[in-house]
Structure formats: C-alpha cells, structure tokens
C-alpha cells in the first residue's frame, strides 16, 4: 500500500502515512454476505449447480457443500422421492438477494 499524497509505501494497518502525516483512507468494508438474515435458508446465487438446493443447506448449516451434493446425488438415484423433494425444494426456497457491488474510491 502506498501513500496518495507523497508516494512512500505505508504500513496496511496504518491510519497516518510516515513520512507526510496525509491520513490514509480506510479499507472499504467487505461486501454483504450472501445471507442478509442468517436465520432464514435461501438458494445462493453463485456456487450453485442446477438450482442452489444443495449449496443452500451446505451454506445454512456450516456443511461441505460436495458431500451435500453426493448425498442429494445418492438420494435421487436410489430413491423415487429424492427428485421430487429437489424439485419441490427448489420452488419453495426463495432465491438470495442480489449482492451489491463494494463501492470503489
């Protein structure tokens, strides 16, 4: 990271530069998470293969997004019910919110 006013490199956690004093502008936060409401299970919009079931739960619950996917996989296969309840999975939860771009200085 350097220095606007004077061009000398400065130290990231840094507020002041030392070689002119110029005040040096904070990291812009970080973007939104994919979850506004953390309580509520919702498909996200990136990371999903089909429709977002699977990344969905493995998102919600802290679990491995590929073993979710293997079982979803094994389910569907060897069981009648397991495409159905994807399907009825994927009307039911609502989409994520689009995520807002972070604001560029």
């Known amino acids: 990271m350097f220095c606007s006013k004077c061009g000398k490199p400065v ?3 840094s507020r002041f ?3 002119c004093g110029a005040t040096i502008s904070a990291a812009p936060p970080p973007p939104p998470g994919n979850y506004p409401n953390p309580n509520q299970l919702t498909r996200p ?3 999903r293969m089909i429709a977002g079931v699977c990344a969905g739960f493995a998102l919600h619950y802290g679990w491995d997004i590929n073993l979710v996917r293997i079982i979803t ?3 569907a296969l060897f069981t009648g019910i ?3 309840a994807y399907l009825v999975l994927w009307v039911i939860i609502p989409e994520a919110p689009y995520a807002l771009p972070a604001k560029s200085i």
Do not use: F, H, I
Request: overall charge neutral.
């Open 82 to 84: 397991g495409a159905v």
């Open 17 to 19: 530069c030392p070689a």
């Open 11 to 13: 130290d990231p956690s």
């Open 73 to 75: 996989a094994l389910v």
């Open 45 to 47: 919009r990136n990371n």
